[in-house]
């Protein structure tokens, strides 16, 4: 016999389900480049500057999706801009699919970087409205944990059709999770705080209803009318972002934001191939069963993480991350500088990537998604996350693009120690000025920093 209680589970672990299959897309993205380039120049002519850009194209056009998306999210509602990353997405691999020039790919790859970049404000920002507090950080979390599955699955479809070169099915393998968000998406109902925002209150309750026992419907409804009108009263109607009531919350998601990604770990990702030859694993099959180690690893911490997140909570887990991440860099760093080229190099180089993917997966890699969209408060949420993403994605973006052209001048043991060195400057950060959010509402998180 069916009862509330069951449909409110049911419900949520549909939202979840749902929202998560944009992390797979994301994930996806973001790691098939690393199975691809070793193919595709034989393809399509392309110089090495031209072959470099692929990692990095991708980033770009997310980092510009996340500069519109905030907005749009506010203007049409957060479901129909996930239902449009999906549909942006697919469109950018049909073109790569069917590319047979430089431009063409080139074109594709920031498409698909559009859509990618579309979901990682959306998303996130829908799980963080619409799940009950006590379940939202396992719910952020597991969007992190497709994201990763979706790195583990590219490097396995990297791997199934390496020997055959054929990179044009490692992009095409991506319509199948694009299709499934695009109708997920359609299913999907609107972020109650959203319907808030546009004084929907009663379809704002509706939608609590589903996911809520009707006591903590109407406690969380409330909330969210104090929190709009006390904004309100306090911008006198007009929202600024930098405004001095916004300024800590949204230095730190800024801040943490950057730091993130010069761990290099979008860089480490998708060149770990390349970077594992370079050491000495010799053959692309080789380069590429170290890559599936190495997202294999990534995806099975980061199911840890997620059983850890709400009881742990999250600073301590920044802090264990970011600790454990300067060790491994500071590490991989040695075997380059003082090893010789050779096989033994290369195994323990992959040791140390993996302890490196370890505790950036137990900390940063999940993380990163709620202090974002925990820490910005309601009024400024939209248009915070997309600044702090679009600084996400361009400091990814930047280095994934010079990663190569820095090795050569610094060397790689150069690239892993100054990684090291953000790495210690996102600690201090997490270590003096993050608080923990576990199991507080959205407003009693805002409260806090309207106290200091």
Not at 418 to 436: G, I, K, Q, R, S
Request: proline share 3%; glycine share 10%.
């Amino acid at each position: 016999m069916r009862t509330k209680r069951s449909d409110t589970k049911r419900f949520v672990l549909f939202l979840i389900i749902v929202s998560a299959i944009g992390g797979v897309l994301y994930g996806y993205d973001l790691g098939i480049i690393s199975g691809a380039m070793a193919f595709m120049n034989k393809d399509i002519a392309m110089s090495n500057t031209q072959l470099h850009m692929m990692p990095g194209a991708v980033l770009f056009g997310g980092a510009f999706a996340t500069l519109i998306t905030g907005p749009l999210c506010d203007w049409y509602g957060r479901r129909k801009m996930i239902i449009a990353a999906a549909v942006v997405f697919l469109f950018g691999v049909l073109i790569i699919t069917t590319a047979t020039n430089f431009t063409e790919l080139l074109a594709g790859r920031l498409i698909q970087g559009l859509g990618v970049g579309v979901v990682t404000i959306a998303i996130p920002l829908y799980l963080a409205e619409a799940v009950p507090p006590a379940i939202r950080g396992e719910a952020i979390c597991t969007f992190q944990l497709l994201l990763t599955a979706g790195i583990l699955l590219s490097s396995l479809v990297g791997l199934y059709f390496t020997q055959g070169g054929n990179w044009r099915a490692m992009f095409c393998s991506a319509l199948a999770p694009g299709i499934l968000l695009l109708v997920g998406g359609c299913l999907l109902p609107e972020s109650p705080r959203w319907l808030c925002l546009q004084g929907e209150y009663k379809k704002a309750m509706t939608a609590l209803r589903k996911s809520r026992s009707e006591e903590a419907a109407e406690r969380e409804l409330n909330q969210m009318q104090i929190s709009i009108q006390n904004s309100l009263s306090k911008t006198n109607g007009s929202i600024r972002l930098w405004q001095k009531q916004f300024s800590k919350p949204l230095l730190i998601v800024l801040t943490v934001a950057c730091l993130g990604q010069l761990t290099g770990i979008n860089s480490f990702l998708q060149l770990a191939p390349t970077i594992l030859k370079s050491a000495g694993l010799g053959s692309d099959m080789i380069a590429m069963i170290g890559n599936s180690a190495i997202t294999g690893l990534n995806f099975i911490i980061t199911i840890v993480a997620l059983l850890l997140i709400d009881r742990l909570g999250r600073r301590f887990l920044l802090c264990l991350g970011t600790c454990g991440i300067i060790v491994a860099l500071a590490y991989s760093g040695a075997v380059f500088y003082f090893m010789p080229t050779s096989e033994l190099k290369g195994v323990l180089l992959l040791s140390g990537i993996l302890g490196f993917i370890f505790f950036f997966a137990i900390g940063p890699g999940v993380v990163i998604w709620m202090v974002i969209s925990e820490l910005l408060p309601l009024r400024i949420r939209s248009s915070g996350m997309a600044v702090a993403l679009f600084l996400n994605s361009m400091t990814s973006a930047i280095l994934a693009t010079v990663f190569l052209g820095l090795a050569e001048k610094i060397g790689y043991y150069g690239v892993f120690w100054l990684c090291a060195f953000f790495t210690l400057l996102y600690f201090l950060t997490v270590f003096f000025f993050v608080p923990e959010t576990k199991n507080k509402t959205l407003e009693e998180i805002e409260g806090h920093f309207q106290e200091v």
